[in-house]
């Protein structure tokens, strides 16, 4: 599975921002999909995530009722619309998509290039 983000950029506290998540290849395993940020110095965290099945959601804390993932009707095309943008949600951002290899049921994760997130105050 291959990912491409679009979206990041530069935008004051207050701002909003949607990044998109654009998937190809074997896309028909995906099992969940969701996004991710690292700071300089620190590990990768995940900021939201959909389920395939059900469509049940995760959000971190720090951006519940700030930030939404939504996934389009063709399940290869997801977003992370942030509202309510804070100096402290910068961050590179990472477009994530879970596997099931079928045979094995082994997970496998795919990541997108990154997209930088800029707030400024």
């Known amino acids: 599975v291959h990912l491409v983000e679009s979206g990041g950029g530069l935008v004051q506290a207050g701002g909003s921002l949607r990044l998109s998540c654009a998937a190809s290849?074997?896309?028909?395993?995906?099992?969940?999909r969701g996004w991710y940020r690292q700071t300089p110095g620190n590990q990768r965290e995940l900021v939201a995530t959909?389920?395939?099945?059900?469509?049940?959601?995760y959000y971190d804390t720090s951006v519940k009722g700030r930030f939404t993932i939504a996934v389009d009707n063709d399940r290869v095309t997801w977003y992370l619309q942030m509202n309510s943008l804070k100096p402290e949600d910068t961050a590179v951002y990472y477009c994530?998509?879970?596997?099931?290899?079928?045979?094995?049921?082994?997970?496998?994760?795919?990541w997108g290039q990154g997209t930088q997130v800029t707030v400024s105050s």
């Open positions: 290849g074997n896309t028909g395993n995906i099992n969940a």
């Open positions: 994530h998509a879970e596997t099931i290899e079928i045979s094995t049921v082994t997970p496998h994760d795919h």
């Open positions: 959909m389920l395939n099945h059900g469509g049940a959601t």
